[in-house]
């Protein structure tokens, strides 16, 4: 089983749906990292979340980290085809500094 | 400020060869990290250096691969006897400091996309 397990895998959303994205890890996080990769290409910083109960938005991208559930949400309010790729969520684990574990992806399609 | 270079971008080589792939971290990050993304797969890691310094190989698989980051240039990745096998995305990060709980952000390069004939 993954250590960091995000649900759902896939998501397909019409253009102006919120949508939400979960990250839920079997240790305790160290940081917790959202990244965006499209098809073919590198990943892209969105956030790092790292006291329980932290949030943290940027544009319609909002991300929070219930450290007691280890677990982290992404939350995207009003999609837009912009926002689709693959979203990846990060971990240090454990007493791991240094080394990044993460979860398999959500690939999200927006349509138009 | 340019971001985390990689090349090349594309690698094609044969059964049998040595793949060198090559990372220049972003200005003043120290750290360098390299994962890899099989098709199908997650992104894993493979190695943590710092200048001069393997910090964590913990990732990388025993024979074949090795990890470099010299005091001078980039970091560099090599697969010696490339197989059809490590065909796959392989990128590389830097981070200003270690990456921890309070600090440390990786920025990713765009990656080299290795394909083994």
């Known amino acids: 089983s993954q250590e960091l397990e995000q649900s759902p895998q896939s998501l397909i959303v019409q253009e102006g749906k919120n949508l939400t994205i979960n990250c839920t890890s079997s240790?305790?996080?160290?940081?917790l990292y959202w990244y965006k990769q499209k098809y073919g290409e590198g990943l892209i910083f969105l956030m790092m979340?790292?006291?329980?109960?932290e949030e943290k938005s940027h544009e319609k991208i909002t991300a929070k980290l219930d450290e007691k559930k280890q677990q982290s949400s992404l939350h995207i309010t009003a999609s837009q085809p912009s926002h689709a790729g693959i979203y990846l969520c990060g971990a240090g684990l454990g007493t791991s500094y240094g080394k990044l574990t993460f979860g398999q992806g959500t690939i999200l399609t927006v349509h138009p | 400020n340019a971001g985390v270079m990689q090349n090349p971008r594309h690698l094609v080589r044969r059964r049998g060869q040595e793949a060198r792939l090559r990372c220049s971290p972003m200005?003043?990050?120290?750290?360098v990290y390299w994962y890899r993304q099989l098709p199908e797969e997650g992104l894993k890691f493979m190695v943590y250096?710092?200048?001069?310094?393997?910090?964590?190989e913990s990732g990388m698989p025993k024979e074949r691969f090795s990890a470099e980051f010299p005091k001078e240039g980039p970091s560099i990745l090599r697969i010696q006897q490339v197989v059809r096998g490590d065909s796959a995305a392989y990128f590389c990060?830097?981070?200003?400091?270690?990456?921890?709980?309070?600090?440390?952000?990786?920025?990713f390069g765009p990656g080299t996309r290795l394909t083994v004939l």
């Open positions: 990060a830097s981070s200003p400091s270690r990456t921890s709980t309070s600090s440390g952000e990786q920025f």
């Open positions: 979340l790292q006291k329980g109960g």
């Open positions: 240790k305790t996080l160290y940081g």
């Open positions: 250096l710092q200048k001069e310094n393997i910090i964590d």
């Open positions: 200005k003043g990050h120290s750290h």
